[in-house]
């Protein structure tokens, strides 16, 4: 039973536009978001979060947004570089309860920035 | 400040072995959580330690195990291992939640083959 989706393995954006990274999930008690990037052979990098309080995150080029009644979130990243080319995951907690620190992932995307 | 270390990088068992793994968080940050990634399943998590206690646990059998020291470096055991075991092993920790934030960093993963 996944709990978190990306239901695109891929997305390829040019260089400068808008990249959107889509994630579901289904279990209502996640109240804390998390968005990774990750390349090859090394582990996942933080990239931004969001509270379940919030619909809306912003830092820098990257901007995570948050749909609670759809239980739907997706990143945005303006504009897309070619550094930018990775796996991307989201990760969802129930971090506000407290001594809860499991992080469940969906299978990420592989976003592909071309010049 | 140094990030989250894992030692070693590479490992190669052959089945039926033990293996242990090892993982040194950021100083000050006393959640350990393990991870393991295979390119079918994703990110799964395995479990995490605060103050050398076991606070969590995700669905994996008993032939993995951990434990954290007082030092919050942890490390992690896995007994028999199987064909299936091989994958990339994460280690990530993380101050715990802040009232308002909660971030786990990973460190660079010990990639496991099993033969």
């Known amino acids: 039973d996944q709990q978190v989706k990306q239901n695109s393995p891929s997305l390829s954006v040019q260089e400068g536009r808008i990249s959107i990274l889509n994630c579901d999930y289904t279990n209502s008690m996640f109240d804390y978001f998390l968005w990774y990037k990750k390349y090859p052979a090394e582990g996942p990098t933080f990239l931004i979060s969001?509270?379940?309080?919030?619909d809306k995150n912003e830092d820098g080029r990257f901007t995570v947004f948050l749909n609670k009644s759809a239980k739907h979130l997706s990143l945005h990243i303006v504009p897309s570089q070619p550094g930018d080319s990775a796996v991307y995951f989201c990760a969802a907690s129930r971090g506000t309860q407290g001594g809860s620190e499991k992080l469940v992932f969906g299978k990420g995307t592989k976003l592909t920035v071309n010049p | 400040k140094a990030g989250v270390t894992q030692t070693p990088r590479y490992l190669i068992k052959t089945r039926g072995q033990q293996v242990t793994l090892s993982c040194s968080p950021i100083?000050?940050?006393?959640?350990v959580s393990w991870y393991q990634q295979t390119p079918g399943q994703g990110l799964q998590f395995l479990f995490e330690?605060?103050?050398?206690?076991?606070?969590n646990k995700g669905n994996f059998p008993g032939r993995f195990s951990g434990r954290q020291f007082s030092n919050s470096r942890s490390e992690m055991n896995v007994s028999t291992l199987e064909l299936g075991d091989s994958a990339l092993y994460l280690c990530?920790?993380?101050?715990?939640?802040?009232?308002?934030?909660?971030?786990?960093?990973f460190g660079p993963g010990t990639r496991l083959t099993v033969t």
């Open positions: 100083s000050g940050h006393r959640s």
């Open positions: 969001i509270s379940s309080i919030k």
């Open positions: 330690y605060f103050s050398e206690t076991q606070r």
């Open positions: 990530a920790s993380s101050l715990g939640w802040t009232g308002s934030s909660y971030e786990q960093y």
